[in-house]
């Protein structure tokens, strides 16, 4: 490129000399076409570094394609540019307007024009040496690509088969890790371990072995259960039914005989709980419930269980009450050492009896209770409805029902044969037998053998005390209790004898209400006993001052005859006297409260006979009884006129009236006799009550007009019932 410029600048250096030696003549003809061709070059010098510059300012140069286009397309310079154009050209010259100056400025024009190419070059040549290194830098990336290139593609071909076989690796590892999920999900799911199997089917030849299950038994039946749940999931699909049905079979094998060896356990622990006493610790208490609960899952398997629990339990029972009764235990003596004290003898068998009651009690609420955990869904219909401790509790207690009967019925027997103390025995086994039968009945269901046992004892104890009643009682029937004479201030007063008769009763009562604060027997069988002694005891002796008050009544109409002077109501008073001796130390025990009531009606009874017979006595003697008579009469039928009867003349009634003022205060009686001050005053003031109503009945109906007796008929009457009143009032 340097050397094509060089040779235009020759080029450019021969055009001027040739175009100097032309004439001068040719000047003004070629002057304009100069200018022109000056122009241009100016034009395309400038041109050329407008390009140049744009070049330099974008970075990269285009070829000399571009530049020849950017020259073809450059716009056109009109007239009055290209003249201020060469204004500035000629200004840098002398102003001089000749030949020799146009050449001057033409070559000054090419000068300047070589200048701009020759800076032009060098500027160029700058960029082509980058360029130069440039294209090699790039070629040498070339070459390395190149190379780089080939070395890929020959590793390409040496490790595409290993890149195929990490593939097929990896595939094959991904298979593998899924399947490996798939043995886990299944092994989760479906299998059991070797250690499981052993926990559930393993059985000790030891029998002391066979006491304790493996801590990984039930775990491991839980774990079975769970298999078989998935596997019935897994028979409903059709592809899965057979391989789930294979597993469902094992897993059903293992549950039974899980189930078997469950309850063998089950047995062999309750059995043994049983011969040392029922102390179940914690861990027992917890495995036995565990046990229970899966048992109840199997009906039938869990029936026989309970079934034999309660055989073993039941001879275990039966032996320890015989060795109880017979040898004794650990730090007590036999219970037979005490069968000389009827009441301890009984009292110790009830007391064991009780407590294995409550000991087997509580081993059925420790083992068949709820522990939270089981619910009804759990169990069938039929074995909510069977109970095991009620069926447990009413089968044991079998054992001791007829050693304990056959021990209290002699007992019982002894103590209705005895006379001396026998009553109170008799009742005290009485209402300790009623107290263990509501106690008893408290743990156990009515219709157990142990219940209809006691209620049978029970039953038993209170014939043996009616019968201890009834012989202490019989002895009074042939006492004789009337006094050998009835003169005398206590001539009447009870006999030592029936005062005996009382102490039984009132023991009786003593000891009722004693006991009735700590008695768990009802208050109507408390009553009934109550009721049943007292009537044993009382009634004999009531009858026998019945029979002495008659044989009084007998000695009294053989020694005195009809002596107006004899007390004929002695027997009554010697009557009225034992009856409040009997009522006074009852009155004091709620107890026997019925037996006052019926005491106070004989008494109530006995002294009205009493004052009427006196009172009736009386009215008799004065003539006023027969007049009292025929005014009832009158006074019923209400006809008649009582002044036209000839037998009530008001002479003759007036008579009797003024009579019996006068007797009450002299011949009224003061019943000195009947000792009990509150008797002797009820029994004045029944005596006075009935005079004053008789006296008054008859005063009333001679003041009545229909009577006939006419207004005057009060002068006749010397006294009226208020005098009567006085009388007796002072007397």
């Known amino acids: 490129m340097r050397a094509t410029t060089s040779a235009t600048t020759r080029a450019t250096t021969t055009t001027s000399a040739t175009t100097s030696a032309t004439t001068t003549q040719a000047l003004a003809s070629g002057f304009a076409r100069r200018i022109d061709r000056a122009l241009a070059l100016r034009l395309s010098d400038d041109a050329v570094v407008g390009s140049r510059t744009r070049d330099d300012e974008g970075g990269e140069g285009d070829d000399g394609g571009e530049t020849t286009s950017s020259r073809a397309t450059a716009p056109r310079v009109d007239l009055a540019t290209c003249a201020r154009a060469l204004s500035d050209i000629l200004s840098s010259q002398h102003k001089t307007t000749t030949p020799c100056a146009s050449v001057n400025v033409r070559a000054a024009v090419e000068r300047r024009g070589l200048a701009l190419n020759e800076s032009f070059l060098d500027a160029s040549l700058m960029a082509q040496t980058k360029l130069s290194q440039v294209e090699a830098t790039l070629a040498a990336l070339d070459g390395a690509r190149e190379r780089m290139q080939r070395a890929l593609d020959g590793s390409k071909q040496k490790t595409s088969a290993l890149l195929r076989e990490a593939e097929r690796a990896s595939e094959d590892l991904r298979s593998i890790e899924s399947r490996r999920e798939l043995v886990k999900s299944f092994a989760v799911d479906f299998q059991i371990t070797k250690a499981q199997v052993d926990a559930l089917t393993t059985v000790e030849d030891d029998p002391a072995a066979s006491v304790d299950l493996p801590a990984a038994f039930f775990p491991a039946l839980e774990r079975v259960k769970v298999i078989q749940s998935n596997c019935s999931r897994l028979t409903k699909d059709a592809d899965q039914q057979r391989a789930g049905l294979q597993m469902l079979d094992a897993m059903t094998s293992y549950a039974e005989t899980a189930h078997e060896k469950l309850r063998r356990w089950f047995v062999a622990k309750c059995r043994m709980l049983a011969e040392e006493d029922d102390f179940i610790t914690e861990g027992d208490e917890r495995t036995l419930r565990k046990a229970v609960r899966e048992l109840r899952s199997r009906p039938t398997l869990f029936r026989a269980s309970v079934e034999e629990v309660t055989r073993t339990r039941h001879n275990a029972l039966f032996r320890r009450f015989i060795t109880a009764l017979t040898r004794g235990s650990v730090g007590s003596k036999p219970l037979e050492v005490h069968a000389h004290d009827p009441l301890r003898y009984v009292g110790d068998m009830l007391s064991w009896v009780h407590a294995a009651v409550a000991s087997e009690r509580e081993f059925c609420d420790a083992v068949f ?231 106070n009606r004989a008494i109530s009874k006995k002294l009205t006979e009493v004052a009427d017979a006196e009172a009736g006595a009386l009215l008799a003697a004065t003539g006023l009884s027969d007049a009292l008579e025929l005014v009832v009469l009158y006074q019923e039928q209400g006809n008649g006129i009582m002044a036209n009867d000839p037998a009530l003349r008001i002479d003759q ?77 002072e007397s």
């Open 369 to 599: 209770g709820d522990d939270g955990q089981a619910s009804d869904a759990d169990v069938s219909e039929g074995e909510l409805a069977f109970d095991p401790a009620k069926e447990l509790l009413g089968k044991v207690f079998d054992a001791v029902c007829r050693p304990l009967k056959v021990r209290v019925e002699q007992v019982l027997a002894s103590v209705s044969s005895t006379s001396e103390g026998g009553v109170m025995t008799a009742y005290k086994l009485a209402h300790l037998l009623m107290f263990y039968y509501a106690t008893l009945g408290d743990l156990l269901d009515d219709g157990s053998a142990l219940i209809k046992a006691v209620r049978d004892l029970r039953e038993s104890s209170k014939t043996s005390f009616a019968d201890a009643v009834a012989q202490h009682g019989g002895k009074y029937k042939k006492l004789s209790l009337a006094p050998t004479t009835v003169s005398g201030d206590d001539a009447l007063a009870p006999p030592a004898a029936l005062r005996d008769g009382l102490s039984n009763a009132i023991e009786l009562l003593d000891a009722v209400s004693t006991s009735a604060s700590s008695a768990a027997a009802s208050d109507d069988e408390t009553r009934e006993l109550i009721a049943l002694a007292l009537n044993g005891l009382i009634d004999p002796i009531l009858l026998a001052v019945e029979a002495a008050s008659a044989r009084m009544t007998d000695q009294i109409k053989s020694v005195i005859g009809s002596s107006a002077d004899a007390p004929k109501w002695a027997p009554d008073a010697f009557a009225l006297n034992c009856l409040y001796a009997i009522r006074e130390p009852l009155r004091s025990h709620a107890s026997a409260n019925v037996k006052v009531n019926d005491l």
């Open 653 to 729: 009634v007036a008579n009797a009236l003024s009579a019996l003022v006068d007797a009450a205060g002299t011949k009224a009686p003061e019943f000195e006799s009947i000792q009990a001050p509150s008797v002797r005053r009820d029994i004045a003031m029944r005596y006075n009550e009935r005079l004053v109503e008789a006296y008054t009945r008859v005063y009333a109906a001679l003041l009545t007009p229909s009577s006939g007796y006419g207004a005057n008929v009060r002068e006749k009457i010397r006294h009226g019932p208020d005098a009567l009143s006085t009388v007796l009032g």
